[in-house]
């Protein structure tokens, strides 16, 4: 008999209560089944390290082949949990006439050699067809030219609106549109602008791209400030993104309403709260706020004498926080310096009133995300990944992960339930519910570790009890960050820093054109022509943002 036929015969509750029996028979379990994790983690390793000799001798590694998919699966390895929590839909194919635009109309007629002398005119049936004309449109400007002897000049006509150099708007907004949100690269836009019978070359493709942006960064400063003032509450996360090869961070910041991009060179805590304040200066205070946090951080006697003597209630620029450390306190460690500036850097955030100071994140539980709100929300979706890594060998930890997860998503969809009718009663139940829900013990040491974690976490998990009008996940910003990667892997990264900036701003504006429901070859077309007879999506945001408070919680008394 194989030891898992074996296992699966016992019945923990059928042993004899002798003294510890029990207890032990479960330590045993647990060291078999942290024996097969190691097992398992050194298998991988293993392999990674005979790909990485194979390839330093010129060969390859093992390809990653996935798996046969069959009923009898190897273990679980996709860590998603739409399974789980997936509420299914009912639907229904919908009419797509009204949506069509009419260009012209044509008259089609049936041949009269068909028709028998009796037949009637019983009017028309009419059909929409859809079709698209790709051709050039190449215009040939005669400017007028006057010179006036009396003041020596020339007066010369100038062109449109939009045409600069030897190409219109109408090129230079496809490619945009087929860059960052059609995720083509830049040789094939470059193959359809020459099969269509254009002459661009790369060089010039690559300014409509990068260069000459100025009027999109200042759509996406606008976006940016309309949507942090459009609700009390954001959504953050990140991914990474090389630029000219080396690794940086692509900052996600949205709501329903917009969605925008910022790369920086660390994730850290003050990069993330440079974001917040749209990568503007730093800038540094010490108030209340800033003593509070710093008396968590076990500063030592000669520090705290020295802020002693550090101007309160004052903003400082990094240069000057930096010079007052440099004569106070000379030969400061780093983590010690960490906490001065972070404590400093998030209270002058708080007190500046030029920028929309957010009151709560939507996140996963990343260290770099506390502390710089009032409030926080986890991620149920990212916490219950956690549970999805574990990898229950024997049958009796798999039936108790299975059961604890059936309850976990079950809890879940009570909360969603409770966002569409809050009442104080059922806010009271849900949080008793979390207690008792996150009190469980299996016995499975791995399970209930990640219990107690999750435990420890309820008031962030359960904000959603005092703010029902915030999502329980963090998905809209991982599926901004899925943007990024979708693009990162067509053209890998930029190489500059307006590259980066260029690909940050784009890609702001296209995504939130998305959420708004604006067409996004006409808004850019619309831009670069200089026609500006669309309204600026910062407007639209403010328009939404009236219509659909995302912050009615903060507002009720």
């Known amino acids: 008999m194989t030891t898992s036929k074996l296992l699966e015969q016992i019945d923990l509750n059928q042993i004899q209560d002798l003294p510890q029996a029990r207890q032990v028979i479960f330590q045993l379990l647990n060291l078999i089944e942290d024996l097969q994790t190691t097992i398992h983690q050194l298998q991988e390793e293993n392999q990674q390290l005979r790909d990485e000799i194979n390839r330093q001798k010129g060969e390859q590694g093992r390809p990653p082949?996935?798996?046969?998919?069959?009923?009898?699966?190897?273990?679980?390895?996709?860590?998603?949990?739409?399974?789980?929590?997936?509420?299914?839909?009912?639907?229904?194919?919908?009419?797509?006439?009204?949506?069509?635009?009419?260009?012209?109309?044509?008259?089609?007629?049936?041949?009269?050699?068909?028709l028998p002398p009796d037949a009637e005119f019983k009017g028309y049936e009419d059909t929409v067809v859809q079709d698209l004309e790709i051709h050039t449109d190449n215009v040939l400007f005669h400017k007028e030219k006057y010179y006036s002897p009396s003041q020596q000049r020339s007066y010369l006509a100038e062109l449109p609106k939009g045409y600069s150099g030897q190409y219109g708007p109408g090129v230079r907004a496809l490619a945009l549109v087929q860059y960052f949100a059609c995720n083509m690269s830049e040789p094939k836009i470059l193959d359809f602008l020459t099969q269509a019978g254009l002459l661009v070359s790369k060089g010039e493709l690559s300014n409509w791209l990068i260069q000459e942006q100025a009027m999109l960064h200042a759509e996406k400063d606008a976006i940016y400030t309309a949507g942090l003032g459009s609700s009390p509450w954001q959504h953050i996360d990140d991914t990474a993104t090389r630029v000219d090869g080396i690794n940086q961070h692509c900052h996600i910041v949205c709501n329903p309403l917009y969605t925008a991009f910022f790369t920086t060179e660390s994730k850290s805590r003050l990069a993330v709260l440079d974001v917040l304040r749209n990568l503007g200066p730093r800038t540094f205070r010490l108030n209340a706020e800033a003593l509070a946090w710093l008396d968590h951080c076990h500063l030592s006697s000669r520090v705290l004498a020295a802020l002693v003597d550090w101007p309160r209630e004052q903003d400082w620029s990094a240069a000057q926080v930096n010079a007052y450390l440099e004569q106070h306190l000379p030969g400061l460690g780093a983590q010690t310096k960490t906490h001065l500036l972070e404590a400093t850097a998030v209270a002058a955030y708080h007190a500046q009133l030029e920028f929309p100071v957010i009151r709560?994140?939507?996140?996963?539980?990343?260290?770099?995300?506390?502390?710089?709100?009032?409030?926080?929300?986890?991620?149920?979706?990212?916490?219950?990944?956690?549970?999805?890594k574990l990898l229950p060998w024997g049958p009796t930890y798999q039936?108790?992960?299975?059961?604890?997860?059936?309850?976990?998503?079950?809890?879940?969809?009570?909360?969603?339930?409770?966002?569409?009718?809050?009442?104080?009663?059922?806010k009271a139940r849900l949080s008793a519910e979390f207690d008792t829900l996150f009190a469980t013990v299996t016995h499975y040491q791995a399970l209930d570790e990640r219990i107690a974690k999750t435990r420890q976490k309820k008031a962030s998990l359960l904000m959603v009890l005092e703010h029902p009008e915030i999502p329980?996940?963090?998905?809209?910003?991982?599926?901004?960050?899925?943007?990024?990667?979708?693009?990162?892997?067509?053209?890998?990264?930029?190489?500059?820093?307006?590259?980066?900036?260029?690909?940050?701003?784009?890609?702001?504006?296209?995504?939130?054109?998305?959420?708004?429901?604006?067409?996004?070859?006409?808004?850019?077309?619309?831009?670069?022509?200089?026609?500006?007879?669309?309204?600026?999506?910062?407007?639209?945001?403010?328009?939404?943002?009236?219509?659909?408070?995302?912050?009615?919680?903060?507002?009720?008394?």
């Open 360 to 388: 709560l994140v939507v996140c996963d539980d990343a260290p770099q995300f506390e502390w710089l709100t009032e409030e926080l929300a986890l991620c149920w979706v990212h916490d219950g990944r956690h549970y999805k």
């Open 399 to 426: 039936a108790a992960l299975d059961d604890f997860l059936k309850r976990y998503w079950a809890f879940y969809a009570e909360l969603v339930q409770y966002r569409t009718q809050p009442s104080a009663t059922e």
């Open 65 to 114: 082949i996935k798996p046969n998919r069959t009923r009898l699966a190897a273990p679980k390895t996709d860590l998603s949990s739409e399974t789980e929590r997936h509420q299914p839909k009912t639907w229904h194919k919908s009419a797509k006439r009204d949506q069509v635009k009419v260009d012209r109309e044509v008259t089609v007629k049936v041949d009269p050699a068909i």
């Open 472 to 557: 329980l996940h963090n998905n809209p910003a991982e599926l901004g960050a899925r943007l990024r990667v979708r693009k990162r892997d067509v053209s890998f990264g930029p190489r500059t820093e307006k590259g980066k900036q260029a690909w940050d701003t784009v890609m702001t504006v296209v995504a939130t054109a998305k959420k708004l429901g604006v067409n996004i070859t006409r808004y850019l077309y619309d831009r670069v022509s200089g026609a500006y007879a669309m309204p600026a999506l910062a407007e639209l945001i403010a328009e939404r943002a009236r219509q659909q408070p995302l912050g009615a919680s903060w507002n009720s008394p």
